[in-house]
């Protein structure tokens, strides 16, 4: 399942556009169980294909107790200090979560799957499982291009609502893994460019959008990075919405 070779302090995205989806065939190596999971979801499958997102979310289920999955937004470019940027991002997260106790399955190794919607966005995520030290639970970590939510579709001007994107990734994993099995949570976005295209998404304004979706699911969200003053932010969210 996480068959790409990539050590803790690399980029995720660019160790799958390097390697390539290569099978990990090295046995008796941590998160073996996942691992022998995914491979018993369909026997045929390319081994060195994408998991897609319903096989992914499955395994989800399959975890004892609560799993968080963070949701970790990066820049996915790949203009010069892209990739460090996100490496920086990834050792911030895992040093994070190890404070709090979880440690990788694989630290060798990340996974990938894709998702393509029917709007045309393809969601290329790489992941990574961690378990905390007891046992007891489990984190789902999903590397998600900001860059890739807030798109334009159908190659015109306009540009994408990335709150819709994002809150179209969490409710159908929700679907997908059942209700009352998975925290979600957000970490990011690493640049102000999205927080203001984010709260100027009309889905916001939309009572069964994307912010239903959000409160719903009680999503968590931690936005360390961007410097964006909350006047500007303020004045690009539509009137009379409360500010997240």
């Known amino acids: ?43 045929s499958r390319d081994p060195e294909a994408a998991l897609n997102l319903a096989d992914l979310c499955s395994l989800v289920g399959d975890q004892p107790g609560t799993v968080k999955v963070m ?6 470019g790949t203009w010069v200090g892209a990739d460090e940027g996100r490496r920086r991002a990834r050792y911030a997260t895992l040093a994070g979560l190890n404070a709090e106790g979880y440690v990788p399955d694989d630290p060798e190794h990340i996974g990938y799957a894709e998702q393509r919607w029917s709007n045309g966005w393809l969601a290329r995520l790489p992941f990574e499982w961690l378990s905390s030290r007891d046992g007891k639970d489990g984190v789902l970590l999903l590397w998600v291009d900001e860059e890739s939510l807030q798109e334009a579709q159908g190659g015109g001007r306009k540009l994408a609502e990335p709150l819709s994107r994002l ?64 006047a500007i932010l303020s004045s690009r969210r539509p009137r009379g919405e409360p500010s997240y």
């Not at 980029?11 to 941590?30: E, H």
């Open 71 to 76: 949701i970790a937004l990066v820049l996915g």
């Open 1 to 43: 399942m996480q068959s790409i070779e990539a050590r803790l302090w690399q980029d995720p995205f660019g160790v799958v556009s390097k390697n390539g989806l290569k099978p990990d065939k090295t046995p008796g190596t941590a998160g073996a169980r996942r691992r022998a999971a995914a491979e018993s979801l369909d026997s």
């Open 167 to 230: 809150s179209l990734l969490i409710q159908r994993m929700e679907d997908f893994i059942g209700p009352g099995k998975a925290r979600y949570i957000i970490i990011g976005p690493s640049s102000s460019t999205f927080l203001k295209t984010a709260v100027g998404d009309p889905c916001l304004s939309n009572p069964s959008g994307c912010r239903e979706t959000l409160e719903k699911l009680e999503v968590h969200w931690y936005s360390p990075m961007p410097l964006c003053p909350t």
